[in-house]
């Protein structure tokens, strides 16, 4: 028998449009994880008759509700009041989620306005969630059928909780049998062409196959049986990574999380003390962006004459193939600034191709390493800020493939 | 008296959280400005049970509910059958939806497969609402106290369908004054100092301000009543204006849109026919990365020595002032790469205080322009990717007051 959970969010900012609720979303996924099944998602915003109303409600028709929002200090901040009267719980005085608060404040040299009192105000049978990042501490409590959580909604004070403490104490409280999550990320490949990679794989009884495209890359998920035989588990996972190819940067759910993109290139480069120098065209600086806080990267090129000096390579007979531009320029990038690699990038497609969503341009990368020069010739589609992304993160797929010996 | 409004949303995909529900933030937006006042939202799965247990709860509380999804041909596609069964409306074939299901295939040059027959068929008192640019069609109808509207959760269907035809059917079906919401954007400045801009500022009645702090602005919010006087309005504004000062950048909802920072500058470079030569440290290439596709921008740096070399600054007494440095390393940068404008931006801080969320660091911008230099001083707060974001958005912010006029 599954356990029914829902996920409830409180917010007039939510009800009236201003933020769209990814809190929901993200503590689904993670509730999916554990085992439960989810039924229903509610938002209402911040009036004590409507609270009341749901907290009874949902206490009479599921086994575990994840509530965000209304913690914080303000008048507008209902939710202990609510669950109060809701469970006829009165409210009482929690003196170590006080202690925390002004903890929190005489850290930061500031004084606790008095209005934060009221957040050390918990019903009766609450038990305390600590935050380590805000002033709302979160806590759950019993009400009828339904074991209720309460966190902040500030996204990273609810997802800190909710992994540090949460988690844990859900899968000790509830039957549950999680599933085994896992996930193979790459990117470079669309989602239909993995389907293709794919066709006619024979996956064991009980295994589940999905995909998801993210904004930075493509996601194919399988989700193994809490009972899933381990060795099993690693060869249907390798099958299924052979076939997907050199596309695959990395796995989650078998042994240490590895991160996205640019995690897997950080630890290679730190790991072998490596340096990169860069210079972007199609991405205009968006690369660069991206590894902010990262020493590997030791020189940045932002060539803007590139695309508007030649936006007509596409249409004139110049240069078909613009990789060994790319790879002379790579070479003599990496000799310049006496750097490990250096990276190049180049695209052809006018001003007008790149603004325009339906049409395509390619990139060409180019990769000086201590071994030679290897490169790739990709095409980019999407809105403007969708191909200066995938460029961006191309030219860093070059490096990462190189990284993992996975180049042609 | 206002009219209660819901939104509801079905979905497998957006209860078990792989897709964030952002349908419901656009429809409560929408339906706010029209006057309604939002009560709920809800999400719920594809099951034939739990639809219609919650068509008919909404049915008895609200007066209008938009809800999306659940439309298509496939069995998992429950919507009609459920409100059918709830409000014990018998389905009917709908002649004129099965022409434009035959229509849309034909035009495509495929074949109509039979399942989508199903989506003809619509609850008896159905109202048809046509979908010019899919093949689920919509239709709305009165259930109990509530007017359901139905649309397809398709985000580009959806938002077509209600603003070519359900906005106006709404207007005309129920009494709403739609409210005129005046939004002041600001940048530089927080929510908190904001408001002791705006302390014993007397509103007229009826008048509501709020606040909203968005990743890259915050907006200061005032909703006056449909039928306030449009020259008071007018002189309201002007004072909040006034009193926020010189870090309000656009206004929207009296005149036409201006868009974000970005959308403010480049219209008026564009205007002026300006040119801009950049030069990056702490945002590291992040404000190139912002203006792609904006001619303007002649000329871009990204200097990593800057912080390498210097993240001792903050701890010597080499410089406890680097505006002389920022404002004449922009008057050589605009002499040497003669454009318009030269704008410098350099941090004082280590990589440590830059990568820690509870340290600060000071940015220094200086805007060589045709006639002097100006410059400012300013911290960014935060975890690393929100003071990189600030840093461009704040070297930016130097070039936006100087085009408006708005230097001290």
Redesign the interface.
């Known amino acids: 028998m599954k356990q029914v959970a829902e996920i409830f969010?409180q917010g007039e900012?939510?009800?009236?449009?201003?933020?769209?609720?990814?809190n929901?979303?993200?503590?689904?996924?993670?509730?999916?994880e554990l085992g439960f099944t989810?039924?229903?998602?509610?938002?209402?915003?911040d009036?004590l008759e409507?609270l009341i109303a749901l907290f009874t409600e949902i206490a009479g028709r599921a086994d575990c509700c994840i509530c965000t929002g209304g913690l914080g200090p303000t008048i507008d901040d209902l939710t202990a009041e609510a669950v109060s009267i809701a469970s006829g719980q009165p409210l009482q005085f929690d003196a170590q989620v006080f202690a925390e608060i002004q903890e929190y404040y005489a850290r930061r040299n500031r004084a606790m306005p008095e209005a934060n009192r009221k957040q050390a105000m918990l019903p009766q049978s609450a038990v305390r969630i600590d935050n380590a990042y805000g002033t709302a501490p979160g806590f759950a409590l019993q009400f009828k059928r339904c074991w209720f959580v309460f966190l902040p909604g500030v996204p990273s004070e609810m997802k800190q909780m909710f992994t540090a403490l949460v988690r844990l104490q859900l899968l000790q409280r509830f039957p549950l049998q999680p599933d085994c999550l896992v996930t193979l990320r790459s990117i470079g490949i669309g989602e239909s062409a993995i389907q293709q990679c794919l066709d006619g794989i024979q996956l064991p009884e009980g295994v589940q196959l999905g995909f998801?495209a993210a904004p930075d890359e493509v996601q194919t998920k399988l989700l193994f049986p809490g009972d899933f035989p381990e060795s099993n588990k690693q060869a249907c996972v390798a099958d299924v990574a052979e076939r997907i190819g050199a596309y695959v940067f990395a796995m989650d759910g078998l042994h240490e999380q590895q991160g996205d993109l640019l995690d897997v290139v950080a630890a290679a480069m730190s790991a072998k003390r490596c340096s990169l120098a860069l210079m972007?065209t199609a991405?205009?600086?968006?690369?660069?962006?991206k590894?902010?806080?990262h020493?590997w990267?030791?020189?940045?090129?932002?060539n803007?004459d590139w695309g508007?000096n030649t936006g007509a390579w596409s249409g004139q007979a110049v240069a078909d193939d613009l990789q060994p531009i790319a790879r002379v320029w790579a070479e003599q990038l990496k000799a310049r600034e006496q750097t490990d690699f250096a990276l190049v990038q180049l695209y052809s497609g006018s001003?007008e191709d790149?603004?325009d969503k339906d049409k395509t341009i390619v990139l060409y990368n180019a990769l000086a390493t201590p071994s030679g020069v290897v490169s790739t010739q990709l095409n980019a589609h999407g809105p403007?800020?969708h191909k200066?992304n995938q460029a961006a993160l191309l030219a860093l797929d070059l490096l990462r493939r190189y990284l993992q010996n996975k180049c042609l």
Do not use: F, M, P
Request: proline share 0%; with cysteine.
């Open positions: 969010s900012e939510i009800v009236c449009g201003q933020t769209v609720d990814s929901a979303a993200w503590l689904s996924q993670q509730l999916v989810l039924k229903r998602h509610t938002a209402v915003g009036n409507d998801r972007e991405s205009q600086g968006l690369l660069a962006a590894c902010l806080g020493k990267l030791a020189r940045v090129e932002v803007l508007r001003a790149y603004s403007l800020k200066q």
